[in-house]
């Protein structure tokens, strides 16, 4: 996909500090919401003053009914103090962006007079108590003491946190037991550090996987990207969600139509395991184990199939039947990172895939 390369270019540039878009977030948001009554939440990796995260909660402080809604601004942030889409652009303001801070908000209320509870509240609210804005003290990263200390005390995290920090950021997540909603690249799916999460049933997918739109710097220079109201936007074909917040399309029961067949279903030579090409072609008859792509996470049903391992790297999960060596073929290496099967009296290597079997 064109949206990969970009992703790989951001994570070796490290700059990969992307905004999500407002609609994106409410229309995965919306299959949560029985989630956050009375609830702390911390969006630990966004510009209060230009996150769609903050001001999605910020406006739905009171039908949600949160308890607490808190906001930390990392110093590099590209947009802090130069796009102040919620407060007016002076330099009482600027200045407010010019070093890291926290926003912490505990009730939305008609403090402007209007008759109605929204963002205009939020806003006049941060602009006139000088308790809701404060500065940090450090650098407002993930991993400092302060935004830990804020961490501890938060219910649930919501963010789009750094593409190229993403295992260290769930296992800071894993670390303090916080329940989660987090943006990240598909194929975190195949991490060392976050694929037994998933096989475990620790984490899993969202709802919505696919094509997502960010903000981006303007210094990022690669395909698929486009300049509005003078904003950089850039597209990526690979985003998904990862939590471990329950939602009702993680029990949806995938509907099985195909028949299995030897000639559609070659065996794997160096696995116990069957080649599925697409997870829309898992066999109805079939109940032995199976490898499929890593898009499967996306329709994932714990009662309906269970993970045993996946074709990447090592043997970590004891499923590879066969190591090749240099006496077998010069492609050895390449081959024992995967699974491989016959084509054309050829052994083939497949992507990494998942190793699974349905329950009965």
């Known amino acids: 996909m064109a949206g990969n390369g970009n992703l790989n ?3 070796k540039a490290k700059k990969d ?14 299959h949560y919401k029985k989630h956050f009554k ?6 630990n990796c966004d510009d209060p003053y230009e996150s769609n995260f903050f001001k999605y909660f910020a406006m739905n402080f009171n039908q949600l009914g949160l308890k607490k809604l808190i906001a930390t601004c990392y110093s590099e942030s590209f947009v802090a103090g130069k796009q102040l889409a919620l407060f007016d652009d002076s330099p009482q303001e600027k200045s407010k962006t010019s070093v890291p801070h926290k926003i912490i908000i505990t009730e939305v209320t008609d403090l402007n007079g209007d008759g109605a509870t929204n963002l205009a509240d939020v806003e006049w609210l941060i602009k006139n108590d000088k308790n809701v804005l404060t500065r940090l003290n450090g650098d407002g990263d993930f991993r400092s003491d302060e935004c830990v200390e804020l961490l501890k005390e938060a ?3 919501v963010t789009n946190p750094p593409f190229s920090l993403f295992r260290e950021y769930v296992a800071q997540l894993m670390k303090y037991e916080k329940k989660f909603l987090i943006i990240g690249n598909e194929n975190n799916v195949t991490y060392k550090e976050i694929f037994p999460l998933l096989m475990n049933n620790t984490i899993w997918l969202g709802c919505k996987s696919g ?32 939590t471990n917040l329950d939602h009702n399309k993680r029990h949806d029961k995938l509907d099985l139509y195909k028949h299995y067949t030897p000639e559609d279903y070659p065996t794997y030579d160096n696995y116990a395991a069957i080649e599925v090409g697409r997870v829309s072609d898992i066999p109805c008859d079939y109940d032995d184990i199976m490898g499929v792509p890593i898009t499967f996470m996306q329709i994932y049903n714990p009662d309906q199939f269970e993970i045993l391992g996946i074709t990447d790297r090592g043997d970590e999960y004891g499923l590879k039947t066969k190591e090749y060596t240099k006496y077998d073929t010069p492609k050895y290496g390449d081959l024992n990172r995967r699974a491989t099967y016959w ?9 990494a895939k998942l190793l699974i079997r349905k329950k009965h």
Do not use: H
Not at 343 to 351: D, H, I, R, S, Y
């Open 343 to 351: 084509v054309n009296g050829e052994l083939k290597p497949t992507f």
């Open 17 to 30: 500090e992307f905004y999500t878009q407002l609609p994106d977030i409410e229309n995965e948001l919306r």
């Open 155 to 157: 219910d649930i995290v």
């Open 211 to 242: 094509s997502q739109q960010f903000e981006v710097p303007m210094s990022f220079e690669k395909n698929n990207t486009y300049i509005k109201e003078g904003r950089k936007y850039a597209k990526f074909g690979n985003i998904c969600w990862f």
């Open 38 to 43: 009375d609830k702390t939440v911390f969006c």
């Open 9 to 11: 270019v951001a994570n």
